[in-house]
């Protein structure tokens, strides 16, 4: 999924966010029951026939930029940051630089601005 992400980000920054709420919407197609069986590079390219509809680019493209060296590097980058400050999981929040391990994915939109707002307004 990061290398995919990345891969819209690179060849269509004004797309990311609809590529991403795209993918959300056909999350269950990409559940462990329907992914497993599937090879990594069937797996771009579900992946980037949904930047297709949305980020104007072709499953080549796509599968290209995703298996290119920027992006693969990009990825190891990010694994690699987490790794250092301790990220081993999905969802983990970080603001400013530091974890907040109160945090929670089940909260609603107000419930994060509750606690982000405070910390961005005082740089903390």
Request: net charge negative; glycine share 4%; no cysteine.
């Amino acid at each position: 999924m990061s290398k995919a992400i990345l891969a819209v980000e690179q060849l269509n920054k004004d797309a990311f966010f609809d590529y991403v709420a795209a993918v959300y919407a056909e999350q269950d197609s990409f559940y462990d029951d329907k992914a497993n069986d599937m090879s990594p590079n069937q797996l771009l390219k579900a992946l980037g026939a949904i930047a297709a509809k949305v980020a104007g680019v072709t499953v080549d493209e796509f599968v290209q930029a995703a298996n290119s060296k920027e992006v693969v590097q990009q990825v190891k980058y990010h694994t690699k940051y987490g790794r250092q400050n301790g990220i081993h999981s999905s969802p983990t929040f970080m603001i400013n630089g530091l974890i907040n391990n109160a945090m929670s994915s089940g909260w609603s939109a107000e419930q994060f601005n509750e606690v982000i707002e405070p910390l961005v307004k005082s740089n903390l």
